[in-house]
């Protein structure tokens, strides 16, 4: 049982709700005085965190579910900081999973936390800490209502924008309270921004250099001395609260910057970095993108490796980098065009194709950044390193089939026509005859080829690959949208 749940609470430390799940149901302890009886411990958020991520460290479960890559570089960073209760600040190209690794914080909460009922900063009903609060726990004592918050609810995000102002984050006087009676000196005037409202949670704020640097400087004294300053007003809160950032090292000298001071309160600074291996970019695919169609693994490997070509290409801007969200669009993309397909045909199991990347590459153009130099040449880029994308894939997944009895099948005359609304089993029945051989077969059988649609989608990427390596040709009708291999 976790140490700050010694009640009915289940098992905190080990149990992890994802987002947006139901959870389970909270302690059934109403009271300070019940909690007491109880042998609820409290425990500040760093000894939480610290305390869960080691259980479940030592019990060999993965506390970064979902996250692909960081195993051996970002992780044990992150680790580490939390274990020296240190506010962190990620820094990263767009789409490297800084804000899922954030939200991933949420995971090391305890599942359900006591707070005093009604008050608006969440406050521990051993520990209030503003003056509303502390008048009723010296007045009802052991009677003092308790509520349970839930993990999701303690964790906070906030997208930096310049438009962000001083009472968004740390708060301002309440016109409305005062103009109730109380005096414009009366902390109890104050409505509290999100940062003080975060008490015993965490806070996250993306994109952290876009914020004014003066409203960087309002958060210095949350960052160190973990009171707030408002119109004056100096409120010795003494919140309890991780503060964690992300932010994209380029906009240092381009949007904005972090200033110096505020740079400084964060214990860790960690750089982040897209997948080094292919595997865990195919993975990330997999596992982000919502396909409303079947789309066989080899397109996605093909998919994975044109964005780490854009990564490493002198077109491309690399200090803008390319996101893992240009090629999750593209998956979705080539899926959408598979059930448009399967839609107007009657396919009854639309299966992507090598024929659905072009409709990915017209549409995902404007996700890139290039240089100046390759005004006009966008287009040409694209479709360039998306071939020799799918040359490197087709070598991978054919290696030790000869495709020679279709290449001689194809050099007597043979053509096979596959495009846009071609479904799979026309272009099956259009494929030619190979005699003895069970060329057909082993493709399937190397790509666990069953239905109609992935034999048809593992067949094509062979004839693309044929093509590239210039042993057919390939001609495409743009009006009838028909590609004929010959």
């Not at 007491?36 to 506390?63: F, I, Y």
């Not at 693994?297 to 980098?321: H, K, M, N, W, Y």
């Not at 090629?327 to 396919?347: C, D, K, Q, Y």
Request: net charge negative.
């Amino acid at each position: 049982m976790s140490p700050d749940a010694k009640t009915t609470a289940p098992d905190s430390s080990t149990n992890d709700v994802p987002p947006h799940e139901s959870a389970t149901t909270p302690p059934q302890i109403a009271t300070a005085g019940e909690l007491r009886a109880s042998g609820h411990e409290q425990r500040t958020l760093r000894e939480e965190l610290r305390t869960n991520l080691l259980t479940k460290l030592a019990a060999g479960e993965d506390p970064w579910p979902g996250l692909h890559g960081f195993e051996d570089t970002v992780v044990p960073q992150l680790e580490r900081a939390l274990l020296a209760g240190h506010d962190v600040v990620l820094l990263g190209e767009r789409g490297q999973g800084k804000t899922r690794l954030l939200r991933t914080l949420v995971g090391l909460l305890d599942e359900w936390s006591p707070v005093i009922e009604g008050s608006e900063l969440g406050e521990h009903p051993f520990d209030p800490v503003t003056p509303e609060s502390r008048r009723r726990a010296d007045e009802l004592g052991d009677d003092l209502p308790v509520s349970w918050r839930h993990r999701e609810e303690r964790y906070a995000e906030k997208l930096a924008t310049p438009d962000t102002s001083v009472a968004d984050l740390i708060g301002d006087v309440d016109p409305m309270r005062v103009a109730e009676g109380r005096r414009l000196g009366d902390p109890e005037t104050i409505h509290f921004g999100l940062i003080p409202r975060s008490h015993r949670g965490i806070v996250a704020i993306n994109e952290l250099p876009d914020l004014a640097e003066r409203i960087q400087v309002a958060m210095l004294n949350v960052m160190e001395e973990r009171d707030i300053q408002i119109r004056g007003y100096v409120l010795r809160l003494p919140l309890d609260v991780l503060v964690v950032a992300s932010a994209n090292p380029e906009d240092y000298t381009n949007r904005g910057r972090i200033i110096t001071p505020l740079k400084d309160r964060f214990g860790a600074e960690i750089r982040t970095h897209y997948p080094r291996e292919l595997q865990e970019e195919v993975a990330v695919l997999r596992q982000e993108a919502h396909l409303v169609a079947d789309v066989p693994d080899q397109l996605l490997e093909i998919l994975a490796r044109f964005t780490r070509a854009l990564r490493e290409s002198p077109s491309v801007d690399q200090r803008s980098g390319v996101s893992a969200r240009f090629s999750i669009a593209g998956a979705e993309t080539i899926a959408a065009s598979a059930l448009h397909r399967g839609t107007v045909r009657g396919e009854d199991e639309p299966v992507a194709r090598v024929v659905d990347l072009e409709t990915a590459v017209d549409v995902l153009g404007g996700k890139v950044e290039f240089e100046a130099g390759e005004e006009g040449r966008e287009r040409e880029v694209l479709d360039h390193l998306l071939r020799t994308a799918t040359a490197e894939t087709v070598r991978a997944r054919f290696k030790g089939i000869d495709l020679g009895p279709l290449v001689r099948s194809i050099e007597e005359g043979s053509t096979v026509t596959t495009g846009e609304r071609v479904t799979a089993r026309e272009l099956l029945e259009g494929l030619p005859a190979l005699g003895e051989s069970p060329l057909y077969d082993d493709i399937a059988e190397r790509f666990d080829a069953t239905t109609d649609g992935e034999r048809a989608s593992a067949i094509e990427l062979a004839l693309e690959g044929l093509f590239l390596a210039r042993k057919v040709d390939k001609d495409t009708d743009t009006r009838s949208g028909e590609t004929i291999y010959g």
